[in-house]
């Protein structure tokens, strides 16, 4: 099946832990980008890759990081440095070629600190 | 800058019921493209239409439909004749260098 994977989709994690959300695509989209989502603000955009080996800070970047060794994966890292890392967290991917904006969905992690 | 607002967190209608959910934009690029995408309880986004900023025309796809006013910079989207597989939270999003979303409309529909 052509898409998106998330994983996990539901962690738990102790305060002060560094937590890894895996996103995998095998749609052969270039860019791909990571989104925060919170009830009552939209989705907020953490961080963005165009190609392989290169991404940009997106609205909110700071208490997370992310690597693209690979054009089929890109792996958030939640470190201990984010304030209030419980949220909703969505992985998208976009065809570079169609510049018209359209991203494609994974079905999320959620995860929660205690 | 750009901005999207959804003035409507929450509307709640009976089935059958149309409904509109409002979305207004703001950007200073003359190309651009506006986004509804749905978001069932399952979490995933999911493209219900894309529309630049070139055509005005309003568009009809079975029960939902869309009206682009750049008059108003609004793009406001329809569904007659509602049921209850279409609540959801629903997002506009405006697309002219970076795809930003509002901040969503929580719809429920009763039985």
């Known amino acids: 099946d052509g898409g998106i994977t998330q994983s996990p989709k539901y962690l738990f994690r102790k305060e002060g832990q560094n937590v890894t959300l895996s996103c995998e695509q095998n749609?052969?989209?270039?860019?791909m980008y990571w989104y925060r989502q919170d009830p009552g603000q939209g989705l907020r955009l953490i961080y963005y890759?165009?190609?392989?080996?290169?991404?940009q800070k997106g609205d909110i970047a700071e208490g997370y990081s992310v690597s693209r060794e690979k054009k089929e994966s890109f792996p958030l890292t939640v470190t201990s440095a984010q304030k209030n890392p419980t949220a909703f967290y969505l992985c998208?991917?976009?065809?570079?070629?169609?510049?018209?904006?359209?991203?494609?969905f994974g079905e999320g992690s959620r995860l929660t600190v205690l | 800058a750009q901005k999207v607002t959804q003035a409507q967190t929450e509307i709640s209608v009976v089935e059958k019921e149309d409904v509109t959910l409002d979305c207004v934009y703001e950007?200073?690029?003359?190309?651009?493209?506006l986004f509804w995408y749905k978001q069932p309880p399952s979490g995933e986004l999911v493209f219900l239409i894309r529309?630049?900023?070139?055509?005005?025309q309003n568009e009809i796809s079975g029960r939902y439909s869309w009206n682009f006013q750049k008059s108003t910079s609004s793009f406001n989207f329809t569904i007659t004749a509602s049921q209850v597989v279409d609540s959801a939270v629903y997002f506009c999003?405006?697309?002219?260098?970076?795809?930003?979303f509002g901040e969503g409309t929580q719809l429920t529909v009763n039985p």
């Open positions: 998208a991917t976009k065809n570079r070629d169609k510049n018209t904006g359209e991203l494609f």
């Open positions: 749609l052969n989209h270039d860019a």
């Open positions: 890759s165009q190609i392989v080996n290169d991404f």
């Open positions: 950007t200073r690029d003359t190309t651009y493209y």
């Open positions: 529309r630049n900023s070139f055509d005005e």
């Open positions: 999003a405006l697309f002219p260098s970076r795809l930003t």
